[in-house]
C-alpha cells in the first residue's frame, strides 16, 4: 500500500529552492519552533484551517456542510471547535467567498507524482522537485516513496531539511536525493536552543554523516540581525562547512518580515517585531568571511 503524506502546498515555479526551475512540494510537520519561521502553519503536522472573517458573507454553508458540527454560529459570528475539527476541508470547498483555507491535504504518492507529472516541461532544463516544509523528514515513508518515484522518472530531487531528524532517517532519504538544502541557523548549541527549540548537536552530527555518505549539500544560512549574523558566529560557520566533502555553496538568506502577518493570521507570537533586514554591508562582509575558508557564497535563494 502506497503511503500517504500531509502537504500543506505545492509551489510551482519556484527558482529558490535549488536549481532550475522547480516543483516544491512543502510537508506539515516541523521539530523545530524558530523565532522567524515563514511557515508557521507548517509547524502542527495536523491539517487546520484558517478562517478570515473579513472575507465572511454569513451564508452558513460551513456549518450545514461541517460533518463533525465544528463550526457553530455564537454571539453572531463563526466559532470552530478545534476538538471537533478534524481538517477535513468540506467547509472550504463550500464556501463561496474563500473565507476558509485548508493548510494540509492527505496525499498518496501516486497522486502527487500526477501533480508532478504536469510541470514535467520545466524539470528538463536543470529543474526538478524539491521536498520542503516544515521538515519534509517528519514524515519519512511517504517523502522517501516520492523520492524513489521521482527517481524513476528522472526528476531532480532536492531535500529541504533543518537536519534535527533521526540519522538513520535521513541516511536513507540520502541514497535517493540528488541535493541537500541544508539549514545552518546557529553554531552556538544554547543559542540556537534558545531561537529555534532544539540544540544543534544533531543536526551538525547529521550533517556530517550525510557529507560523509557523499551526498552533494548547499548550506543555507538565514541571516538574522543581531541573532546569529556576529563575526564570531558566522566564522564558526565556515570553519565548520569547510571540512565537510561535497558542499556545492553557501547562501546567504538575509531576513525579511514576511512571516509577520502569517503569524499573526494564524494567532501565533511573533517573536520579531521589531527586526530589520540586514544592510548591503552586512550580508557582504558574512560572505567575505565565510570566502575566507574556500566556500562559494551566493546572497539569497
Given at each position: 500500500?502506497?503511503?500517504t503524506?500531509?502537504i500543506?502546498?505545492i509551489k510551482?515555479y519556484?527558482?529558490h529552492?535549488g536549481?532550475g526551475?522547480?516543483t516544491?512540494v512543502?510537508?506539515?510537520g ?5 523565532w522567524?519561521c515563514?511557515n508557521?502553519e507548517?509547524?502542527?503536522?495536523t491539517?487546520?484551517i484558517l478562517?478570515?472573517g473579513?472575507?465572511?458573507?454569513g ?6 456542510s461541517c460533518p ?7 454571539g453572531g459570528?463563526?466559532?470552530t471547535?478545534?476538538?471537533?475539527c ?20 492527505k496525499y498518496?504518492?501516486e ?6 507529472r504536469?510541470?514535467?516541461i520545466?524539470f ?6 524539491t521536498?520542503s516544509?516544515?521538515?519534509p523528514?517528519m514524515?519519512?515513508?511517504f517523502v522517501?516513496?516520492?523520492?524513489k518515484a521521482?527517481?524513476?522518472e528522472?526528476?531532480h530531487?532536492?531535500v529541504?531539511?533543518?537536519g534535527f531528524?533521526d540519522k538513520?532517517i ?8 540528488d ?5 545552518l541557523?546557529?553554531?552556538?548549541p544554547?543559542?540556537?536552543r534558545?531561537y529555534?527549540?532544539v ?5 551538525l552530527?547529521?550533517l ?7 551526498s552533494k ?12 549574523t556576529?563575526?564570531e558566529?558566522v566564522?564558526a560557520?565556515?570553519e565548520?562547512?569547510s571540512?565537510?566533502?561535497g ?7 538575509p531576513?525579511?518580515?514576511v512571516a509577520?502577518?502569517k503569524?499573526?493570521?494564524?494567532g501565533?507570537?511573533?517573536k520579531?517585531?521589531?527586526l530589520?533586514p540586514p544592510?548591503?554591508n552586512?550580508t557582504r562582509?558574512?560572505?567575505s568571511i ?7 557564497t551566493?546572497i539569497?535563494g
Open positions: 500500500m502506497s503511503a503524506g500531509i500543506f502546498d510551482k519556484s527558482i529552492d536549481p526551475t522547480r516544491t512543502h510537508m506539515k516541523c521539530p523545530l519552533s524558530c522567524w515563514h508557521p507548517s509547524q502542527s503536522m491539517p487546520a478562517f478570515r473579513e472575507k465572511c458573507i451564508c452558513g454553508a460551513c456549518v450545514r463533525n458540527k465544528a463550526i457553530s454560529v455564537v459570528s463563526l466559532e471547535d478545534p476538538g471537533l478534524d481538517g477535513c476541508g468540506v467547509c472550504e470547498d463550500v464556501c463561496p467567498s474563500g473565507a476558509r483555507e485548508l493548510c494540509g491535504r498518496s504518492v497522486q502527487l507524482m500526477e501533480e508532478l504536469k510541470d514535467e520545466f528538463r532544463d536543470g529543474g526538478g522537485v521536498f516544509g516544515g521538515e523528514l514524515q519519512p515513508k522517501i516513496e516520492a523520492l521521482c527517481g524513476r528522472g526528476f530531487r532536492a529541504d531539511t533543518c531528524v538513520r535521513i541516511l536513507e532519504a540520502a541514497n535517493y536525493t541535493l541537500f538544502l541544508y539549514d541557523k546557529h553554531m552556538d544554547e543559542k540556537h534558545e529555534t527549540g540544540d544543534n548537536s544533531i543536526i552530527e547529521n556530517v554523516a550525510i557529507s560523509e555518505a557523499g549539500i548547499n548550506i543555507r544560512f538565514p541571516f538574522m540581525p543581531g541573532l546569529n556576529d563575526d558566529n566564522a560557520l565556515g565548520f562547512v571540512k565537510l566533502k558542499i556545492t555553496a553557501v547562501n546567504i538568506l531576513y525579511h518580515a509577520r502577518g503569524h499573526e493570521r494564524w501565533m507570537e511573533y520579531l517585531p521589531g530589520l544592510t548591503e552586512q562582509k558574512a560572505a565565510l570566502e575566507s575558508f574556500g566556500l562559494k551566493h539569497g
